[in-house]
């Protein structure tokens, strides 16, 4: 009889035990904030066209090596803001007359608070004009930079918000995303022409390309074009923003033996 009150007691004594100790565990596991089967908590992203304010703090957690965690999407490599102050440089810069037939002058403006040379991106789209896939290849436009004077256009570089400001006031909504030609003004939205567009697979510098080509296209008398079948290059006039319908990229009017690369017109 008194053999089997011990065993009763140890039993009793190693169960109060094993549940202070189960209560601990449960104790460790909310103070960590989570639980073994409960996911890690999500980095904080950013939208895309705005700048970055803090690097996001990452909590501490110990692993769960059953668990493997993939990221929902790349890092983004860089960001544009979406305002500026709203007023323009003109770049000092200025070359020599590409092309034949008609010159029209060109100046080259980018908006201030933003982190991009006025003269270098002029260059660049010097650069672009005076290429022989470009428009001068049609025998009768021509282009000249020049940083005073008079000008038959200008090409202003702004940000998205200063884009939709512009571009809104003669009717066309940009929604922070595109450019547009206004009069005698080109307005590129820096968003593009410094991310490009998911449509285009090249390199940044051939969709400026693109975005200039199409652009001073219009100021030409172009307009819209579609593709004009699979596997063909899309036509420069093509929105090729809003996706290629069986085409490839590409940001020339013309191709290297000379030809224009056309497609069917579209409103």
Known sequence: MVLLIVLA????????????SQRA????????????TSPPPSATGHAEGTTPATTPTTATTRPTPSRTVKPSAKPRTRSVPTSGSGSFSTAHASGSASGHGTLRRYKVEVEGGID???????????QILADPRGWTADGHDGFQLVSSGPADFVIKIATPDTVDSICGAAGLLTHGEVNCDVGSVVVVNLKRWMLGSPEFHGRIQDYRA??????????IGHGHEGCPGPGKPAPVMMQQIYGLHGCTANQWPYDSQGHYIQGPSVP
């Open 210 to 219: 693109l975005i200039i080509n199409h652009e001073v296209g219009h100021r």
């Open 25 to 36: 565990e449960s104790a460790a596991a909310l103070d960590d904030g989570l639980s073994a």
């Open 116 to 126: 991009l040379e006025p003269s270098a991106a002029a260059q660049e789209i010097a």
């Open 9 to 20: 007691l140890s039993c009793g004594v190693g169960y109060a035990y094993w549940q202070s």
